[in-house]
Each structure stands twice: as C-alpha cells, then as structure tokens.
C-alpha cells in the first residue's frame, strides 16, 4: 500500500482511539448519558469557538464556497453532514453504554466487525468491489458473531449497532466532498448538541461536582473526539472504505489487549474461538495488502 499522509492521518487517529477506554473507564460511575452529554457539549464549544476566532478565513471561504455550488449538491452536502452528525451521537452513546455498562470486549468485538460492515455497506452504496477472498472472509465474520450470540446475544446485539453507526458513518462521509473537512465536523457537533439539549434538563443526572470528571470529559473531548475524527475526515478524502477498514483493526485489537491485561476481564473458551476466527478473517480480508499481491485488472 502506497504510503501518503491519508494513510498516516487514518492510521494515527485509530491508534490514538485505542487507548480511549483509559480515559473512559474511570467515569464508569457517571450515567452514559451524562458522558454524552458533557463530551458532546465541551466539543461544540471547542470547535465552534476555533471556527469563529482561529479559522474565520476557512469559515468565510466554506461559506462562499457553499453559496456557489448547484442546489442539489448544496442539498446533498447538507443531507450528508446533518445525518452524519445524527450517526455520531448515536454511535458515541451506544459504545459508551457498552464500554461502561457491557464490557470492554464487547466494545472491542463492534470495532472489529464495523470494518466488514463498512466493506459490505460500501459494496452496495459507493460501489467498492470485493473480491472472492474479501467475501470469504465476511462469511466467517458473520460466523464468529454467531458463535458468540450463543451465550451472550444482548452484548453482540449492542456491539453491532455500535459497529453499524460508525460504518454508515465512514461510508456517508466518504461522499461528502467539497467542504473543509474541520468545519463539517464542526456543523455535524453543533447538530448533535442541538439534538441533545433538549433531553439534557430531563434525562441529566445532575451537574457534577468532582473536578476529574471535568478534566477527563477534556481529555475525551480534544484527544479522544475532535484530533481523531478529523483525522478520520481527513484522511477519507486519499483513501477507500476499505482502507481504512485495513487500518480500522488498530483501534479493536488495542481495546482488546486492553481489556485482558489492564482490565483484567475474564474470557472463555468459545470467545476465544470467536475471536480467533474474526482475526484469520482479518488477514483473508485484507490478504492482497499483507501479502503485496497487486490486484486483478479488470476490463
């Protein structure tokens, strides 16, 4: 694989991702909402703040740039950026729920299947071929999932709404061109706060009082949100959805490690199994790219 700063961009911001459940596990004591809430809240702040002071001239360029383009791609670049903003909120809230309430293996196990899930949806949306190999290896995802439904089939149902939010996100945003990729990102938080602010003064836990909560919610915000999903925005722009499927892989098999050694989580014989199966199906999927074999030309 080519190496370029998309690579690089893409593959930074899932190795900076594998490291989120250290800064999200300690607030497991706080409602998943409330997370939600104030890591949603604290990013729109952030980035509108830079949007409006740092980067006026991006902002003013954006701005004409938008006003000059046919209204259907206005209408399209709208739609885009909008239901994008509704898939991160859902995605941030599932994975939150099932990073703190589930386990980490079953945030985990979302993050290895979302880069199948990305594959296929792109198949059928974008178009992107698979090969003979690509669709094998689907086969035996789907395979380890059903292994693992046997006894846990609550934690895979949530897994995999976490990993099918973030595909339709990565595969929506993939046709979302023509804008800045920092201030997209901006509109997409600032609707997803909009979407929550009014469930906030019901569903809200109380404001909390401990200054770690504050910090982390920072550290979640900055590090953990706005560096990597830019990253991931800027990097769609050089690459596939299969590409970053590739690299996508970081991020699960990080939390993974996490989880048995940090964590110290239990796991059985069937899971292991499972998992197994889901990491030799990494290596079918993606076997032309590991093994340097150059892809058949088609005519």
Same mark, same amino acid.
């Given at each position: 694989?080519?190496?370029?700063?998309?690579?690089?961009?893409?593959?930074?911001s899932f190795v900076i991702?594998?490291?989120?459940?250290?800064?999200?596990?300690?607030?497991?004591?706080?409602?998943?909402?409330?997370?939600?809430?104030?890591?949603?809240?604290?990013?729109?702040?952030?980035?509108?703040?830079?949007?409006?002071?740092?980067?006026?001239?991006?902002?003013?360029?954006?701005?004409?740039?938008?006003?000059?383009?046919?209204?259907?791609?206005?209408?399209?670049?709208?739609?885009?950026?909008?239901?994008g903003g509704v898939l991160?909120?859902?995605?941030?809230?599932?994975?939150?729920?099932?990073?703190?309430?589930?386990?980490?293996?079953?945030?985990?196990?979302?993050?290895?299947?979302? @880069?199948? +899930?990305?594959? #296929?949806? !792109?198949? $059928?949306?974008?178009? %992107?071929?698979?090969?003979?190999? &690509?669709?094998? *290896?689907?086969?035996?995802?789907?395979?380890?999932?059903?292994?693992?439904?046997?006894?846990?089939?609550?934690?895979?149902?949530?897994?995999?709404?976490?990993?099918?939010?973030?595909?339709?996100?990565?595969?929506?945003?993939?046709?979302?061109?023509?804008?800045?990729?920092?201030?997209?990102?901006?509109?997409?938080?600032?609707?997803?706060?909009?979407?929550?602010?009014?469930?906030?003064?019901?569903?809200?836990?109380?404001?909390?009082?401990?200054?770690?909560?504050?910090?982390?919610?920072?550290?979640?915000?900055?590090?953990?949100?706005?560096?990597?999903?830019?990253?991931?925005?800027?990097?769609?722009?050089?690459?596939?959805s299969s590409t970053m499927?590739?690299?996508?892989?970081?991020? @699960?098999? +990080?939390?993974? #490690?996490? !989880?048995? $050694?940090?964590?110290? %989580?239990?796991?059985?014989?069937? &899971?292991?199994? *499972?998992?197994?199966?889901?990491?030799?199906?990494?290596?079918?999927?993606?076997?032309?790219?590991?093994?340097?074999?150059?892809?058949?030309?088609?005519?």
């Amino acid at each position: 694989m080519k190496f370029s700063k998309y690579y690089l961009s893409a593959f930074v911001s899932f190795v900076i991702w594998g490291f989120f459940s250290l800064a999200l596990k300690p607030l497991k004591d706080y409602p998943s909402l409330d997370i939600l809430f104030y890591r949603v809240f604290f990013c729109a702040v952030i980035m509108s703040v830079t949007s409006l002071f740092i980067r006026r001239k991006v902002l003013a360029d954006n701005i004409r740039i938008f006003k000059q383009m046919p209204a259907m791609q206005r209408k399209t670049v709208t739609a885009l950026t909008l239901s994008g903003g509704v898939l991160l909120t859902a995605n941030w809230f599932f994975f939150i729920y099932v990073m703190n309430h589930i386990s980490v293996k079953a945030a985990s196990f979302a993050y290895l299947v979302c @880069p199948i +899930m990305t594959t #296929v949806i !792109a198949f $059928f949306v974008l178009n %992107e071929k698979l090969s003979k190999w &690509q669709w094998t *290896a689907v086969s035996m995802s789907v395979a380890s999932c059903i292994l693992l439904s046997f006894n846990n089939i609550a934690d895979i149902a949530y897994s995999l709404i976490v990993a099918a939010s973030y595909a339709f996100y990565l595969v929506s945003q993939r046709k979302n061109t023509g804008m800045d990729k920092f201030l997209v990102l901006t509109v997409q938080i600032l609707f997803s706060a909009l979407i929550l602010l009014p469930f906030y003064p019901v569903y809200s836990a109380g404001i909390p009082t401990e200054f770690s909560f504050y910090a982390l919610i920072a550290v979640i915000a900055v590090v953990f949100t706005i560096i990597p999903l830019y990253m991931n925005l800027y990097a769609l722009q050089g690459v596939t959805s299969s590409t970053m499927g590739i690299l996508l892989y970081i991020n @699960p098999l +990080m939390n993974f #490690v996490t !989880a048995l $050694f940090y964590f110290h %989580e239990p796991i059985n014989f069937i &899971q292991i199994v *499972a998992y197994s199966i889901i990491l030799i199906s990494i290596v079918v999927f993606n076997e032309r790219f590991i093994f340097g074999r150059k892809r058949a030309v088609l005519v």
